[in-house]
C-alpha cells in the first residue's frame, strides 16, 4: 500500500463514525444528569463498599531468625462490611455478602524485635489450610495478607543491624506502565548528512555517556531514529538498525572489558517500518525480529551464546482460574462501570528449581478501568523453608485503572530473595528474577517524575555483606 | 488531533457547566467511540457513558474541572483499550484462542454496514483510530495497545487492508 492509499484509508476513516441520533443523544443526556446527580454515584459506591470491605491492610515486617526468615505482622485489620447496604432486589446476593464475617479489629502483633521468639510468630505449612480451588474460603479473606505500601521497608537479614553494601547495587524500577524503567538510553547520532552514525549509550539520567560504537555504513544508512533501550540480563543491549533494503541487530556490551563493542551481529532480511522500540532486559530476542523469524539467542558481554540469561529461565507458571458465586447482574449494568466481575480465585503456582510456590488470589475480580485485577493474596510458606510475600506496586496509566502489579518475593532460608513480577490478572509475569537470590534489605519506594508527574514504584534490594 | 472536540469551549469548574460541557462535546465524542465500537451502537453509548462517568467521578472527588475536553478523547480510548486487555486476558485465562484479526466482529447498527470501520477486528479499529484520528506515532499506539512496535506495525497493514477492501467494496 503506497502512500496515497494509505491517505486515501485514512481519509475514508476520518469520515466514518455513526452520527449520534436525537433519542441516543437524550438518553445519554438523562443518564448524564442521572450521574451528575449522584445517581450513578450513589450505586458506585455502594458497589466500592463492598470491595472496601474485603480489603485487609496490613503491615508486615520481616526479620531473620538464626538464618531462617520470619514473617510478622506488625497490624492488620479489616475495614467493616457496611450494613446499610440494601441488597439487591432483582438478583441473588453474591455468596460473599452473607457468608462475611462479622466487622473484626485485628490487634496490631508486636514484631519481636529480638531474634529469639520471633519464629514462634512465622506462620507456617500446617497453619495455613490450601483449600481446593474453588473451594477457596471467599469470606474469610486471610487477615494476615502481607500488602505493603510504597515506602516500607522489608528487612530480609538480621534484624537490628544497619544495612551494610560494598557494592552499587541496581534499583529495580517499575514504570507505570508495569514496564521496566528504563535503565539507559540509546541514541544515534552522525555529522552531517554523510557522517558515519554513532551509537551512544547513556546512563538512566541521561547525562553521562557510558561507551559508543561506530555503526558500519551498511547499517543505519539514513533512518532516523533514537531508541529507549536496557541493559541486558547480561550486560548486552540488542540494537535493531533500520534500512531501505534490510536490517541487521547487533548485540552490543554495555559492560566488561569489550563495553561499547558489538559482540554479536544477524541481519535482518525485512526491511523495517517505522523506528522506536524499547529493547527490555526481559524481551527476549524474538520481539526485536518480524514475525515468524528465526530465533535470535542470547549473548553474553563476550558474544558468547547463553541460555541462561533469560530471566525465567527455569522458572514456570501455571495459572488456575475457578469462578466464584456471581455478582448481581444489576450492579454492573446499574452503574455501567463493569467494575466488579464474579468472584474468583486464581491459583498460580510457580516452579523453580524444583521447587514450588503457591499463591492463593480470591476476592472480588474487579474491573476498574477495565483491568482485571485480584487484589487479594493468600500465599503458602515455600518448600525450602523461605516464605513469600507479596507486594502490590505501581499505578496503571489510566488514571481511572488504579490496578496495582504485584511482586513476588520469595524468601528463601538462606536469607536470600528473588522478585518476580506479575500484572494485575496475575496472568503472566512481566518481569524476571531480578535479584538473582541475592540478600539483603528489600526496600519499596516511590519515585515522583516533576516533569511529567508521573510516579513508579520500585523495589531495591540491599545486599549485605 | 483530528476530531475535531478540540474546538469545543473548555468547561468552567461549576456542576452546572457539566451539562453545558455534556452537549458541546457529546456529538463528537459519539462519532469518536463509534469509529472505536465499529457503529455498535450499544457498545458506543456504554463507551460515551463510562467516559462522562469517569469525567464526572474526577470533578465529584474535588479535581477541577479543567482537564479540557481532549481528556474525553483520551479516557475514551483508554477505557476501550481495557476492554481489550481485559478480553485478551480473559480469553487466555480460559484458553480460548486469542487472535487479533479474528477478533469477534462487532454487532453493526443497522444502515452502518457500509462504514469502513464497521465489521474490523476491534484491535484493528483501535489501533485505526489512534493511529489517523488521534495521529499517534505507532510507537504510542503500540505502547497503548500493550503491543511491540512491530507487532503494531503488523496490525496497521492488516487493518489498513482490510479497511481499503471495505472501501472498494462499498464503492
Known amino acids: 500500500m503506497d502512500m496515497d492509499e494509505e491517505r486515501d484509508v485514512a481519509a475514508a476513516i476520518r469520515q466514518d463514525g455513526e452520527q449520534i441520533s436525537k433519542e441516543t443523544r437524550d438518553a445519554l443526556r438523562d443518564r448524564f444528569e442521572s450521574a451528575a446527580n449522584g445517581e450513578i454515584s450513589v450505586i458506585a459506591e455502594r458497589a466500592g463498599s463492598r470491595r472496601t470491605g474485603w480489603r485487609v491492610m496490613a503491615a508486615a515486617s520481616v526479620v531473620v531468625v538464626g538464618g531462617v526468615t520470619t514473617l510478622v505482622y506488625l497490624e492488620s485489620h479489616r475495614q467493616a462490611e457496611p450494613t446499610s447496604i440494601p441488597t439487591p432486589t432483582s438478583d441473588a446476593a453474591p455468596t460473599v455478602a452473607t457468608t462475611a464475617p462479622a466487622p473484626t479489629t485485628v490487634p496490631a502483633t508486636t514484631v519481636p524485635t529480638s531474634t529469639s521468639n520471633a519464629s514462634s510468630t512465622a506462620p507456617t505449612s500446617s497453619s495455613i489450610a490450601s483449600p481446593p480451588l474453588g473451594e477457596l474460603p471467599y469470606a474469610s479473606v486471610d487477615a494476615k495478607l502481607p500488602m505493603l505500601v510504597a515506602g516500607a521497608t522489608v528487612k530480609v537479614g538480621p534484624a537490628g543491624e544497619a544495612p551494610a553494601w560494598s557494592a552499587p547495587w541496581p534499583d529495580l524500577p517499575f514504570g507505570s506502565d508495569a514496564q521496566p524503567a528504563p535503565q539507559g538510553w540509546l541514541a544515534a547520532y552522525r555529522s552531517g548528512t554523510a557522517g558515519r552514525w554513532t551509537v551512544r549509550f547513556f546512563d538512566a539520567t541521561g547525562t553521562k555517556m557510558r561507551w559508543e560504537v561506530r555503526v558500519a555504513d551498511s547499517k543505519a544508512d539514513g533512518s532516523k531514529w533514537d531508541q529507549r533501550v536496557l541493559a541486558g540480563p547480561t550486560n548486552v543491549v540488542y540494537v535493531r538498525y533500520f534500512s531501505e533494503r534490510d536490517g541487521s541487530v547487533d548485540a552490543i556490551a554495555t559492560a566488561g572489558p569489550r563495553a561499547g563493542s558489538v559482540v554479536a551481529s544477524w541481519p535482518l532480511p525485512a526491511p523495517m517500518g517505522e523506528c522506536g522500540f524499547p529493547c527490555q532486559d526481559n524481551t527476549p530476542p524474538t520481539a526485536l525480529l518480524t514475525e515468524g523469524d528465526t530465533t535470535i539467542p542470547f549473548v553474553d558481554e563476550k558474544g558468547a551464546p547463553v541460555t541462561t540469561t533469560n530471566p525465567f529461565f527455569g522458572v514456570s507458571f501455571d495459572y488456575q482460574y475457578a469462578p466464584g458465586p456471581a455478582m448481581p447482574a444489576s450492579w454492573i449494568t446499574h452503574t455501567n462501570e463493569s467494575q466488579f466481575d464474579d468472584l474468583a480465585s486464581v491459583r498460580v503456582t510457580m516452579t523453580r528449581h524444583h521447587t514450588t510456590w503457591t499463591f492463593d488470589a480470591l476476592g472480588v475480580q474487579t474491573y476498574s478501568g477495565g483491568m482485571e485485577g485480584f487484589p487479594f493474596f493468600s500465599y503458602k510458606p515455600t518448600q525450602d523453608g523461605g516464605y513469600a510475600l507479596t507486594f502490590r506496586v505501581g499505578d496503571h496509566p489510566n488514571p481511572n485503572a488504579g490496578q496495582h502489579e504485584t511482586i513476588i518475593a520469595l524468601l528463601h532460608a538462606d536469607g536470600t530473595v528473588s522478585l518476580y513480577q506479575l500484572d494485575p490478572s496475575l496472568a503472566s509475569a512481566s518481569a524476571g528474577d531480578v535479584t538473582a537470590d541475592a540478600a539483603g534489605d528489600l526496600i519499596l519506594g516511590t519515585n515522583r517524575d516533576p516533569m511529567t508527574g508521573t510516579s513508579s514504584t520500585w523495589v531495591r534490594l540491599l545486599p549485605r555483606t | ?171
Open chain 2, 1 to 171: 488531533m483530528t476530531m475535531g472536540i478540540d474546538d469545543a469551549t473548555t468547561p468552567a469548574s461549576t456542576d452546572d457547566d457539566l451539562s453545558a460541557f455534556f452537549e458541546q462535546t457529546v456529538d463528537v465524542l459519539y462519532r469518536y467511540a463509534s469509529r472505536l465500537c465499529g457503529s455498535d451502537r450499544a457498545a458506543t453509548e456504554d463507551l460515551v457513558q463510562e467516559t462522562y462517568v469517569c469525567l464526572i467521578r474526577e470533578v465529584r472527588s474535588g479535581r477541577p474541572l479543567d482537564m479540557g475536553p481532549g481528556w474525553l478523547i483520551t479516557t475514551c480510548h483508554s477505557r476501550f483499550i481495557d476492554r481489550l486487555r481485559a478480553e485478551r486476558r480473559r480469553r487466555s485465562r480460559e484458553g480460548r484462542a486469542w487472535s487479533m484479526s479474528a477478533a469477534d466482529p462487532p454487532a453493526v447498527a443497522p444502515g452502518m454496514e457500509t462504514g469502513v470501520l464497521a465489521g474490523l477486528p476491534a484491535e484493528q479499529r483501535a489501533a485505526l483510530v489512534l493511529r489517523y484520528i488521534d495521529d499517534l506515532p505507532v510507537p504510542e499506539v503500540a505502547r497503548l495497545l500493550g503491543h511491540s512496535v512491530h507487532a503494531t506495525e503488523s496490525l496497521l497493514v492488516r487493518a489498513r487492508a482490510a479497511a481499503r477492501a471495505r472501501i472498494e467494496r462499498n464503492g
